[in-house]
């Protein structure tokens, strides 16, 4: 016999005994009493208990289950019992659910969860930020209303979902958002998002780069297979000859130029070349500097020399040689005869040491400043390509600085002359112990002005510096 039945049975089998025992002791009136009160007491139990599993039943899901006597004591315990472990197993998922929304929040990418009918049922707080949902009061919307772009609408209706696709975001201009969707379970989809803003900056500088440096080889590749063809087909004279050779040297000396920049800023930009560090003076390096300056010049500038402080830098020789080098024959090569450049050096207050090569050429003006060390980046293309200009010399010079934790400082005006500076930080540089404290405005005040950029930059706004 099952367990409630015979504990269902207690109660009126002591209620039976008690009438045939009162019918035998007090006769049929007695004995109908007590069994008038025996089943009363049996249904108000019950009644009871009923009453009490009913308002159990409708109260709050954390409510303790009842207490039960009698026949209820199983069926309650078994409640009691599934009770426990209901409770116990809403606790694992809230925990699964909490784990699960603290790894999407903490995800770089973006998720939002899209019902069978592409509405939104739950988005990460990156997917809000990125696509400018509010979960609050955009859950149940249609993604098509919050997502507008043409490309993401096309792609969504396709069906096709096996890359993503780029679209401009709708929140923060010029930044790029990568979207893929991701069918889970029956009909279900997520909805990726991912911040590619510079990964594409990065794609789109590659293929400018490509196209720049194909474009730089053709030119001179052009003229010289020009030249191999005229010489093939025409019956030249000596002379002719002659020139035709020299301009076919010229243009594949400024190929060699060009490869030789290339393999610096590579070498520059490897992860694999770490800074050398070295130490030496800078008097002997801006000697040689300036005879260079004046070989390159052939005599047609004045070349001097401003040799403020006598010091020693830490870093690397060959490099800050290159930068400084770029400088100098910049300087040359964008100013006319008769003009004048000066190399100078110094170490100011802060003990920072300022490399500046200054010019009084064609200058640049204001607005073409900020785009002066992209790599392949002129002012007067024609002009650079007659001196032999790579586009490239500026660029090389950021990178060395960039690598020395240096600031390039650029200050110029149109017409007037240009002031190119590379300002080494203080713990690079050390002043030779007799040389005397440099303060700006002692040993050549105008000097010191215009390395600041002050002099270029307050008559025309024009100066910047480049660092890290
Ligand atoms: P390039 O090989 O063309 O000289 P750079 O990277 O060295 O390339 O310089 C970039 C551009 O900056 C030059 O094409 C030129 O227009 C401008 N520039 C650089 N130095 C000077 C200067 N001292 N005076 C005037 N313009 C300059």
């Known amino acids: ?222 003229v010289i297979s020009g030249f191999i063809e005229t010489l093939q087909d025409l019956d030249l004279d000596a002379g002719q000859r002659t020139r035709f050779l020299q301009l076919m040297q010229e243009q594949a000396r400024n190929m060699q130029r060009l490869v030789a920049d290339l393999l610096t800023l590579s070498a520059l930009e490897s992860e694999h070349n770490p800074l050398v560090e070295e130490r030496f003076e800078v008097a002997p390096l801006l000697l040689e500097l300036s005879a260079d300056a004046k070989a390159l010049s052939r005599g047609q500038h004045e070349v001097a020399l401003d040799i403020g402080d006598a010091a020693t830098v830490h870093g690397s020789r060959d490099e800050l040689a290159s930068a400084f080098g770029n400088l100098v024959s910049n300087a040359i090569r964008y100013t006319p005869p008769a003009g004048t450049i000066t190399l100078g050096w110094r170490v100011d207050a802060d003990g920072s040491g300022v490399f500046e090569v200054r010019d009084t050429g064609i200058g640049i003006a204001a607005e073409y400043l900020p785009r002066l060390t992209e790599r392949f980046y002129r002012v007067d293309r024609s002009r650079s390509r007659a001196t032999g200009g790579t586009g490239l010399g500026l660029a090389i010079v950021k990178h060395v600085a960039l690598r020395h934790q240096a600031q390039l400082e650029i200050g110029s005006e149109r017409g007037r002359g240009s002031v190119f500076a590379i300002r080494l930080p203080a713990r690079r540089v050390e002043r030779a112990p007799d040389s005397p404290e440099h303060s700006p405005g002692t040993s050549d005040p105008d000097s010191a002005k215009r390395a600041s950029g002050e002099d270029a930059s307050t008559s025309t706004g024009a100066q910047r510096g480049t660092g890290p």
């Open 1 to 222: 016999m099952r367990p409630v039945v015979r504990q269902g049975l207690v109660a009126p089998g002591i209620v039976a005994a008690l009438v045939l025992m009162t019918l035998a002791f007090a006769g049929s009136g007695a004995a109908l009493a007590v069994l008038a009160a025996g089943a009363a007491a049996i249904v108000g139990h019950h009644l009871w208990h009923l009453d009490q599993l009913t308002e159990w039943a409708v109260a709050s899901l954390d409510a303790q289950v009842p207490h039960g006597s009698g026949a209820w004591v199983g069926a309650f315990a078994a409640l009691h019992r599934r009770a426990r472990n209901h409770a116990a197993h809403e606790r694992d998922l809230r925990q699964v659910i909490e784990r699960f929304q603290q790894v999407a929040a903490a995800m770089p990418d973006g998720i939002v969860v899209l019902d069978a009918s592409n509405r939104i049922a739950w988005a990460n707080p990156r997917a809000q930020a990125q696509l400018g949902l509010e979960l609050a009061q955009d859950q149940g919307q249609p993604i098509m209303n919050l997502v507008r772009q043409p490309e993401f609408l096309r792609y969504l209706e396709t069906g096709d979902y096996g890359e993503s696709i780029v679209v401009a975001s709708s929140r923060d201009a010029g930044r790029m958002l990568a979207l893929q969707l991701v069918p889970f379970a029956a009909d279900q989809k997520l909805l990726m998002s991912r911040d590619v803003t510079e990964l594409e900056a990065v794609a789109r500088m590659r293929r400018d780069f490509i196209a720049n440096v194909s474009h730089e080889l053709k030119t001179p590749l052009t």
